[in-house]
């Protein structure tokens, strides 16, 4: 089916009275040229099934099944849910299921019915974040997800991509880098979305490694993590200090310098700061 076979969004958006919310974080994408440009980065083909959260009026939905996809859409605005029946009666039955409910309480793999996924989505702003995270805590690794192509506001895309030494540098960075390859696909002006945001975004891709490049306990490797970046500009010696080992002795047994700080070591320093602890340094 062509995306010119489906109303115009806008019309659809007025006919459903679908006024974006605020307190939801919703910005609708429009544009078809933009949301076709997005399945493409996420490499959507006939036969993948996609996993979309906050489809709204379903523009980036219609984009996703004229790829070829079937889609499993989580819905959290009841508003928007007859909009997108009309469009999975547009395709044949089990192309679109539509799923109300919030994302962040949903079991996953039961609406996929234990099927890997790709996650494809223009994420609420307000909960991108702690889904991503979300999704990079799953255990056991690898994860049920084959990959994610995400739209977040940029500042919190250049996180993902972030090397030591940049502002962006973060927990979310070690997170995201420890388990995953992260790209960064193309930007977006505020003016593609109906509202408006006040901040660009940014459209990235992450790839799930078959293990982490360097072997630790995640939970570990999260507590180093909240420790160093809780007082980012202190050194390690200083940062360190409230966990159950003398950070002298866990900077030592990980082989780093006491003055170092957490924006100026890679994820294999982390790594090895984790294993430190767990051993008791």
Not at 3 to 14: S, T
Not at 24 to 49: C, E, K, S, Y
Not at 160 to 165: H, Q
Request: hydrophobic share 45%; aromatic share 6%.
């Amino acid at each position: 089916m062509s995306l010119d076979d489906l109303p115009p969004l806008r019309e659809v958006i007025a006919r459903h009275g679908l006024m974006a919310k605020k307190s939801l974080g919703q910005n609708f994408l429009l544009d078809l040229n933009i949301t076709a440009r997005i399945a493409r980065a996420a490499g959507i083909g006939p036969g993948d099934l996609v996993y979309e959260v906050g489809p709204g009026p379903g523009g980036l939905t219609r984009a996703l099944l004229a790829a070829g996809a079937s889609v499993v859409a989580v819905e959290r605005d009841e508003r928007c849910l007859e909009a997108l029946g009309e469009i999975a009666a547009a395709y044949p039955a089990g192309r679109l299921t539509v799923v109300p409910g919030d994302a962040m309480a949903i079991d996953e793999r039961a609406i996929l019915g234990g099927k890997p996924a790709k996650i494809v989505a223009n994420l609420p702003y307000n909960v991108g974040t702690a889904l991503l995270i979300r999704w990079l805590s799953v255990e056991p690794w690898p994860p049920w997800w084959q990959s994610l192509t995400l739209m977040f506001q940029k500042e919190v895309a250049d996180r993902l991509t972030a090397r030591p030494r940049d502002d962006d540098y973060s927990r979310l960075t070690i997170l995201a880098q420890w388990r995953a390859l992260a790209r960064h696909h193309f930007d977006l002006s505020p003016k593609a979305f109906v509202p408006p945001p006040k901040v660009t975004s940014t459209v990235v891709g992450l790839t799930p490694l078959a293990a982490p490049t360097h072997a630790c306990r995640r939970e570990t490797l999260e507590k180093v993590t909240a420790a160093a970046f809780g007082q980012r500009r202190k050194m390690l010696r200083q940062s360190l200090k409230g966990l159950q080992v003398p950070a002298d002795v866990l900077l030592e047994q990980a082989g780093i310098t006491p003055t170092a700080r957490a924006e100026e070591l890679d994820v294999a320093a982390f790594a090895r700061l984790a294993r430190a602890l767990d051993a008791g340094a």
